[in-house]
């Protein structure tokens, strides 16, 4: 049995666009078993397990993501040194950010308070093929002004039963949201991003199966025209019977950070 002595929170950010999400699974490159890899290359033949704080699809990115690390033999004496020399063995597309030792009445995540998510998104034109990495591109021009007020309708205690990927009848859908709004996007920039770009801000504590990305796929179809005001509310709903057909691609969502 793994006796957990020693504890650490690691965060840290990665590029999604080349792995199969956080999760291990067989035969398949991910996150986790990138960090673990890693982890076991510079540890040596110590013990130790990780705990992620939230798990990330396929191809969605981090700004900012977290893990603990338990160890079960001896601790970490310096950790600046550490992180350098994790940082030295990590793949390009992944770095830490930092590692700060933490109680063990710590848990990633029951203290985890809020999550920040963004969904980046162009419309109109086709773009670079450099932006695919963390941006969707919607070819057909967009009532970006529409969708604005689409957002708003989001923030707030709801259920989110609709949102909810293969929901079931068992599952808690009610939700609350600190923050849903659509925005100018002036946080990522690069020379070939188009002129204009907008990004998704959520806020909230927790989060269904791909409820960002069906979200984004009602403010879509609602920015085509294709639903109005009216079908987001009634979405939400305690008695909502909706089911959202549109799921908007993974490569535009970005973890941004969470809260402890």
Not at 148 to 167: I, M, P, V
Request: glycine share 4%.
């Amino acid at each position: 049995m793994f006796q957990k002595r020693f504890y650490y929170l690691v965060k840290f950010q990665f590029l999604g666009y080349r792995f199969h999400g956080w999760q291990k699974q067989p035969d398949t490159k991910t996150v986790h078993l990138m960090i673990d890899k890693t982890l076991r290359y510079i540890l040596k033949n110590q013990s130790f397990k990780t705990l992620a704080a939230s798990r990330t699809d396929a191809k969605v990115s981090a700004q900012e993501a977290a893990f603990e690390l338990f160890l079960k033999e001896k601790p970490i004496k310096d950790v600046s040194l550490f992180l350098e020399e994790f940082n030295t063995n990590l793949p390009q597309d992944i770095r830490a950010l930092s590692i700060e030792e933490v109680s063990s009445d710590f848990n990633i995540i029951q203290d985890s308070k809020y999550k920040e998510y963004h969904y980046v998104f162009a419309q109109g034109e086709k773009c670079h093929p450099f932006c695919a990495p963390i941006m969707t591109t919607i070819l057909e021009p967009l009532d970006i002004e529409l969708m604005k007020k689409g957002a708003q309708l989001f923030q707030g205690l709801h259920n989110f039963k609709s949102y909810c990927y293969k929901a079931t009848d068992n599952g808690l859908y009610q939700r609350e949201l600190k923050t849903c709004e659509l925005i100018e996007n002036s946080l990522y920039t690069a020379n070939f991003f188009p002129k204009e770009s907008y990004l998704l801000r959520v806020i909230g504590k927790g989060f269904g199966r791909h409820q960002i990305r069906l979200m984004m796929g009602a403010l879509i179809k609602l920015g085509r025209g294709e639903v109005n005001l009216d079908f987001i509310e009634k979405s939400l709903e305690n008695n909502s019977t909706i089911s959202i057909d549109y799921i908007a691609p993974a490569s535009g969502l970005i973890l941004h950070k969470i809260d402890f």
